[in-house]
């Protein structure tokens, strides 16, 4: 039986899926991602609902379908057999309810007991109505589906808590015990910056359970879009992005940035930290990772690529926001020191076939010479190779260029900074400024040009840097009109190196 709310639901996605067709037709195509996940028009931000399901790949995405400025969310939703190539869905959830009456903001998503699809997301409200001046009204929510694209809204599962700010984010898994957690990111009554965990027996009620994680920052006020999963070797990692955070050096320069801790944990018991917090990705847009568990059993995680500050130049072609290629999460250690490893999927490397053959240059780049080694080259793996021992060089650069109006995006390994750096400083669109990750040399194994590497993920708006000696470093690259080239340059010291230039196809199935 259809009743008057579900009418309201059915009549709000139909609006949104015309809004989202009408904002394709005239969406712009120069920076729109040839093979990354984004809306066919309009705004997204965080990735939701990871899971995978009936067989395919399921991502969700905070959506505002009618423009490309954060609004009313919904959840818009893709899938996929294997990651790399994507198929449109239905926008999937739109608010409807009194409780999700300002948005339907994010969640994830689990198999219930009985075999359906269930998410949890955040019913939203401003308590005035407006904004957030009289605080927020925030509760979580559950929605089940049976084939993973239709959705009925089943309403409230953990109520509003009295006296907190913000409580959102519902991110949910069954231990092996049949036990399911929660956990929420909450700003606490003395204004700190929590990971709350709530626990079920059947999917459906919840109970809370206790306060899992407090981030020792007394600057941070809210953990957002928190996630929790064991690693190995005993240790659980915490992901989560503080609001409020202060800049230090090449840390929290973002609006909005996102870390982990590692610590042990058995479920039920008390977390006990064992590294500090440490960024998941060094870039200028990363934010609002979600992991989840592929059917063989590898971690794997998307974050977006976005921002809430100043409108990013995609916003003028009618689209905005992006999310990550798809990463794998291992554990490794620095000498006895555990962290988080993100590497791209292996699956990444299908977007090769059917889009030409690589490219391969090596050769000595001779100091302070400026080398062309693709005319045109919009979306696609660059894999540059050398050995850090053998050379003097003080910064070693692939410069993606657009020789129109000059701007370049340099993506370097800088020695002296000891970083790998993606350095906006004479682009030409959108915001600008240095983003780096510390190099590590004492992990780097042999010599020869095989001893270090860098792995770009290259789309037609983004880069996304990978290193065998750094962790990641995403950001936008919005180039100018006409070409885009790609040019090699070591400063100060020549280097020998090999280039991998492997172009990719599109993502979307028609
Ligand atoms: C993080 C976030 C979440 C919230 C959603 C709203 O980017 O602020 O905390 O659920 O975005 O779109």
């Known amino acids: 039986?259809?009743?008057?709310?579900?009418?309201?639901?059915?009549?709000?996605?139909?609006?949104?899926?015309?809004?989202?067709?009408?904002?394709?037709?005239?969406?712009?195509?120069?920076?729109?991602?040839?093979?990354?996940?984004?809306?066919?028009?309009?705004?997204?931000?965080?990735?939701?609902?990871?899971?995978?399901?009936?067989?395919?790949?399921?991502?969700?995405?905070?959506?505002?379908?009618?423009?490309?400025?954060?609004?009313?969310?919904?959840?818009?939703?893709?899938?996929?057999?294997?990651?790399?190539?994507?198929?449109?869905?239905?926008?999937?959830?739109?608010?409807?309810?009194?409780?999700?009456?300002?948005?339907?903001?994010?969640?994830?998503?689990?198999?219930?007991?009985?075999?359906?699809?269930?998410?949890?997301?955040?019913?939203?409200?401003?308590?005035?109505?407006?904004?957030?001046?009289?605080?927020?009204?925030?509760?979580?929510?559950?929605?089940?589906?049976?084939?993973?694209?239709?959705?009925?809204?089943?309403?409230?599962?953990?109520?509003?808590?009295?006296?907190?700010?913000?409580?959102?984010?519902?991110?949910?898994?069954?231990?092996?015990?049949?036990?399911?957690?929660?956990?929420?990111?909450?700003?606490?009554?003395?204004?700190?910056?929590?990971?709350?965990?709530?626990?079920?027996?059947?999917?459906?009620?919840?109970?809370?359970?206790?306060?899992?994680?407090?981030?020792?920052?007394?600057?941070?006020?809210?953990?957002?879009?928190?996630?929790?999963?064991?690693?190995?070797?005993?240790?659980?990692?915490?992901?989560?992005?503080?609001?409020?955070?202060?800049?230090?050096?090449?840390?929290?320069?973002?609006?909005?940035?996102?870390?982990?801790?590692?610590?042990?944990?058995?479920?039920?018991?008390?977390?006990?930290?064992?590294?500090?917090?440490?960024p998941v990705d060094w870039g200028h847009e990363f934010y609002a990772p979600q992991s989840f568990l592929a059917p063989d059993g590898r971690r794997l995680l998307f974050g977006w690529m976005g921002s809430f500050g100043a409108p990013l130049p995609c916003a003028q072609e009618g689209w905005s926001g992006q999310l990550t290629a798809p990463r794998e999460v291992r554990l490794r250690y620095d000498g006895t020191r555990p962290r988080l490893e993100l590497v791209p999927a292996a699956e990444v490397t299908r977007l090769a076939e059917g889009a030409g053959a690589p490219e391969v240059w090596e050769g000595e780049l001779s100091a302070n010479t400026v080398r062309r080694i693709a005319a045109d080259f919009p979306q696609g793996e660059i894999l540059l190779e050398w050995d850090p021992a053998a050379t003097q060089s003080e910064r070693l650069s692939v410069r993606l260029r657009s020789p129109e109006d000059g701007s370049t995006v340099v993506v370097a390994w800088d020695d002296l900074a000891g970083r790998i750096v993606v350095d906006r400083g004479a682009a030409g669109q959108g915001p600008r400024g240095v983003r780096g990750a510390p190099v590590n040399r004492d992990g780097l194994g042999g010599t020869g040009l095989g001893a270090m590497h860098l792995r770009l993920l290259v789309d037609r708006g983004s880069v996304e840097v990978f290193s065998n000696a750094a962790d990641p470093v995403s950001s936008y690259w919005f180039a100018g009109l006409g070409d885009r080239t790609v040019e090699l340059l070591s400063e100060n010291g020549s280097t020998g190196v090999r280039v991998t230039l492997q172009p990719f196809r599109d993502a979307w199935e028609q």
């Open 1 to 278: 039986m259809v009743d008057s709310s579900d009418k309201l639901f059915q009549h709000r996605l139909e609006q949104a899926e015309i809004a989202v067709s009408r904002g394709e037709a005239q969406r712009g195509t120069r920076w729109y991602p040839g093979w990354h996940i984004a809306a066919r028009s309009g705004w997204i931000n965080d990735p939701n609902g990871l899971c995978f399901y009936g067989g395919r790949y399921h991502v969700f995405f905070q959506h505002h379908p009618y423009s490309p400025e954060w609004g009313p969310m919904h959840w818009g939703h893709v899938s996929s057999t294997d990651l790399v190539r994507w198929r449109r869905e239905p926008i999937a959830l739109a608010p409807s309810l009194e409780e999700d009456r300002d948005g339907v903001f994010s969640g994830s998503a689990m198999e219930a007991p009985d075999g359906t699809l269930a998410v949890y997301y955040t019913g939203h409200r401003w308590r005035n109505g407006r904004n957030e001046d009289d605080g927020n009204l925030q509760v979580q929510c559950r929605a089940v589906s049976r084939d993973g694209i239709h959705f009925v809204k089943k309403g409230i599962v953990v109520a509003a808590l009295d006296g907190v700010r913000h409580s959102r984010d519902p991110k949910v898994w069954r231990a092996h015990d049949g036990v399911y957690w929660m956990v929420l990111g909450v700003c606490s009554r003395q204004n700190r910056g929590e990971v709350w965990l709530y626990r079920s027996h059947d999917a459906v009620a919840w109970d809370y359970h206790s306060v899992l994680y407090q981030d020792p920052d007394p600057d941070a006020f809210m953990l957002e879009c928190p996630d929790a999963f064991p690693v190995g070797d005993g240790l659980w990692a915490i992901v989560y992005c503080p609001m409020g955070p202060k800049p230090v050096g090449w840390r929290n320069r973002n609006g909005h940035n996102a870390g982990y801790v590692l610590g042990t944990w058995r479920e039920g018991e008390v977390f006990q930290q064992v590294t500090d917090y440490a």
